[in-house]
């Protein structure tokens, strides 16, 4: 029997969500999992690692406007998607499984050549170019949200399904005291969490930098920078810098009180699977589709969030940040009812359903071929 193939990558959280759905595939049924993805980047070493095979192919980046400079990307594209044919072909699979960004879009632009079933998860409100491209041709396209089905064409409509994001399970049982162990911070410390990212933001770096006087009153602050060198505040007492967390992120994230972030579809989902509150700072600007903007208001209006930033009436500045964290910090009462909206968020499991409906469809369709 062939296998079930994903595919997905260039970032992180185009990955970690694809693989919290094999592992729940696996997990659930006896299945051979096959990733395709980049040949080059962080792919291969995160998807190997997590103990799935992974066969890599050219990867190039897709373009809104082109132009003769993206002519080598296209090339990439084109050889993608033979290379994806080929192995999709040789491997008999029963099913692509996209998870997003532009890596996924020549094996899903291959899958449909073959006539393999293709489906495909969008994890912001809106949907990206990539998924844009690969919804014209799935059989089934998941969302996180109800409101994103208004993002597509009428004609898609009864292709959709409400899935929530596939997180990692170990996000919805860590154990709180396992984080402070290994933050090496005592049972009765407040712990404030600042997320910068895997390749680190330089906002909210900077913030901390300015406002660290006052975030250290309430809390013992531990800031993941995202920078292995370079970051010139040290350790001190109630701030523990750390470039990166990997294995251990779900206990530090359960040790958290109050976390502050970015509002990438990762980071939120896995804050919501915790039941953490938030104070989104979302990249805005003319580097990015709006998508963080998007995700953080969704967030504030159920009572989850806090969020700063122009979009929502209050600069990201420093004097806004400790403002809003002291307030925080002296409303218990409201930091739980954020966090309860947090965690009726995350209640919805998406690695768990997508698996059971990958599995249920590759069972009737066994069924169907054995009726014949």
């Excluded at 080929?86 to 449909?112: T, W, Y």
Aim: some cysteine; aromatic content about 8%.
């Amino acid at each position: 029997m062939g296998p079930i193939a994903f595919t997905g990558g260039g970032t992180g959280g185009h990955i970690y969500p694809g693989l919290a759905v094999a592992s729940s595939v696996q997990k659930q049924g006896n299945c051979r999992i096959l990733w395709i993805g980049a040949n080059r980047g962080m792919d291969r070493a995160v998807v190997e690692q997590a103990g799935f095979e992974f066969i890599g192919i050219p990867a190039g980046k897709l373009r809104r406007q082109f132009s003769l400079r993206h002519g080598s990307e296209a090339l990439k594209v084109g050889a993608g998607f033979f290379a994806a044919r080929r192995i999709l072909k040789k491997e008999q699979a029963l099913l692509l499984f996209s998870k997003g960004g532009f890596v996924s879009v020549p094996p899903c632009l291959a899958a449909a050549s073959l006539g393999v079933p293709l489906w495909t998860h969008e994890s912001d409100l809106s949907p990206g170019l990539a998924t844009k491209i690969n919804a014209r041709f799935a059989r089934k396209i998941f969302t996180a949200y109800e409101e994103s089905a208004a993002f597509f064409p009428a004609s898609y409509q009864d292709r959709i399904s409400l899935s929530g994001n596939p997180v990692r399970p170990a996000f919805r049982s860590a154990d709180p005291q396992s984080g402070r162990a290994f933050l090496q911070v005592g049972p009765e410390e407040r712990i404030l969490l600042v997320l910068g990212g895997s390749q680190g933001s330089q906002q909210i770096n900077r913030l901390v930098r300015e406002t660290l006087g006052e975030l250290t009153r309430w809390y013992t602050v531990v800031h993941q920078t995202g920078l292995p060198q370079g970051w010139d505040l040290p350790p001190r007492d109630r701030y523990r810098p750390y470039p990166f967390f990997r294995e251990e992120m779900p206990q530090v994230l359960a040790a958290a009180e109050l976390v502050i972030g970015r509002s990438g579809a990762g980071t939120l989902w896995e804050c919501a699977a915790s039941g953490r509150p938030m104070v989104l700072i979302p990249l805005s600007g003319s580097g990015t589709r709006g998508d963080q903007v998007e995700n953080a208001r969704l967030f504030v209006q159920a009572g989850a969030a806090v969020a700063l930033g122009k979009a929502f009436g209050i600069e990201a500045e420093a004097a806004s940040l400790s403002r809003m964290i002291a307030e925080l910090a002296l409303d218990p009462e409201r930091q739980q009812r954020m966090a309860e909206a947090s965690a009726r968020i995350g209640e919805r499991d998406g690695a768990r359903i997508i698996a059971q409906a990958i599995l249920q469809y590759l069972e009737a369709t066994k069924r169907e071929l054995c009726s014949r």
